[in-house]
């Protein structure tokens, strides 16, 4: 169980920080869990770690490992929870553990988050009380090809009204208000 070092203002929500982290690699071609796979010399979850230790919004952190799989993850400064078999169950059984309304989720495979931007995901949460939810999101700049069934291209999808590609992280409500607008 941790704590982050700001923690914002007295009037700030707080927010767990959950970092889905129990993938296995296979896609990957490892031998280790995904995020124990070393990424800049250490493994890739700590990158996660270290930014959401070093956000001023992040009152404790919940890191969901692979079944079993706690002790390769050592003494780290966050409670660890076991994952489960999809990535969905593993975000499952890491919010069992969360007892704020606000969390942050976040796929230890993405090593490159700040601290800057978990910050603002949950500001921009926060401003916005009609929302349930908001993402981390990329504006789209390749070109994008729909194909066909046959796997022959049919057009060139139109980029101009500048589709986003979803990233993580997501900050959400846990129990989202009703007659919200989604997120």
Not at 33 to 43: E, H, I, Q, S, Y
Not at 47 to 73: K, T, Y
Request: charged share 20%; net charge negative; glycine share 12%.
């Amino acid at each position: 169980m941790t704590t982050g070092p700001g923690q914002g203002t007295d009037d700030a929500s707080p927010v767990t920080a959950l970092i889905v982290a129990a993938g296995s690699g296979q896609r990957l071609g490892a031998a280790v869990p995904k995020a124990l796979v070393p990424v800049g010399g250490r493994p890739m979850y700590e990158w996660s770690l270290a930014a959401c230790l070093a956000a001023q919004r992040i009152d404790r952190v919940v890191i969901a490992v692979p079944p079993g799989g706690a002790a390769e993850f050592g003494d780290v400064d966050a409670e660890l929870v076991d994952g489960g078999a999809s990535r969905s169950e593993s975000v499952a059984a890491g919010l069992e553990k969360v007892t704020t309304d606000l969390v942050l989720v976040h796929d230890a495979a993405r090593p490159l988050v700040t601290p800057e931007l978990i910050d603002a995901a949950v500001e921009a949460l926060e401003q916005d009380p009609a929302s349930d939810a908001v993402i981390a999101a990329a504006p789209v700049t390749d070109t994008i090809k729909q194909v066909g069934t046959d796997g022959a291209v049919t057009e060139t999808l139109d980029r101009s009204g500048t589709p986003f590609r979803p990233d993580t992280p997501g900050v959400s409500h846990r129990s989202p208000p009703s007659g919200g607008r989604g997120g």
